[in-house]
């Protein structure tokens, strides 16, 4: 299994503001995820990254970018933040075994007032 | 784009009780997951099952590729196993996520 920790925890924030969640794993692991889940629903892709020079959007990309800024490091940040945005954020990599089992970090809890 | 639901969305139970949660997805995949999202948000991985049958501890699973359905079997249900219960499969290297189902259990 990868060790995921995410950064903050939870965040409250203003509408208009620029905010940066982090992520971190421990296992050097080639492909990292940003999803988003909404209250009652599954999660959805963000943007996801199988390489530091390899980034591709996911399914609701729009008002979202990222950095890989090293092998074990995939910030998602939030430009210009709205309330729309108010969400449980996950990363997750995958397992040491396979690329297609994902494992998920704690989660970051941001609401945009 | 592929499609996976689950069934059934709600569940009560008494502790004790056994349950079966049902995942079906729309076309073939490289791979499904079962999760479990405790009350307090965190998602922990019960199974990576793209085809077959697995078991741990009180849960099992079970995926029929050809017939694009998964089944998660909880026994003897602890007031511990609450929470939403997610299948996710592999299209295209991202996970498609079903609705979930939330368990409750009574104790």
């Known amino acids: 299994d990868a060790d995921v920790t995410q950064t903050p925890r939870n965040r409250i924030t203003k509408t208009g503001k620029r905010i940066m969640l982090e992520c971190s794993q421990t296992k050097g692991h080639d492909r990292m995820y940003w999803y988003r889940q909404d209250p009652g629903l599954g999660l959805r892709l963000i943007y996801y990254?199988?390489?530091?020079?390899?980034?591709n959007k996911g399914e609701i990309s729009d008002g979202y970018s990222v950095s890989r800024q090293a092998q074990a490091k995939f910030s998602l940040s939030l430009e210009s933040a709205i309330p729309n945005q108010t969400a449980l954020y996950f990363c997750a990599t995958h397992s040491g075994l396979s690329y297609n089992e994902q494992f998920f970090g704690p989660g970051t809890r941001l609401t945009v007032l | 784009g592929i499609q996976v639901e689950q069934s059934p969305p709600d569940l009560i139970l008494q502790e004790g009780a056994n349950s079966t949660l049902r995942c079906n997805f729309s076309d073939s995949v490289n791979n499904l997951q079962w999760f479990h999202q405790n009350p307090w948000g965190q998602l922990i991985n019960l199974f990576y099952i793209p085809s077959g049958t697995k078991q741990n501890g009180r849960l099992s699973a079970t995926t029929v590729a050809t017939e694009r359905y998964s089944l998660l079997y909880i026994s003897s249900s602890q007031t511990t196993d609450s929470g939403v219960y997610f299948c996710?499969?592999?299209?295209?290297?991202?996970?498609?996520w079903g609705a979930g189902t939330k368990l409750i259990i009574k104790p």
């Open positions: 996710a499969v592999d299209s295209n290297y991202q996970l498609i």
């Open positions: 990254s199988f390489d530091v020079k390899d980034i």
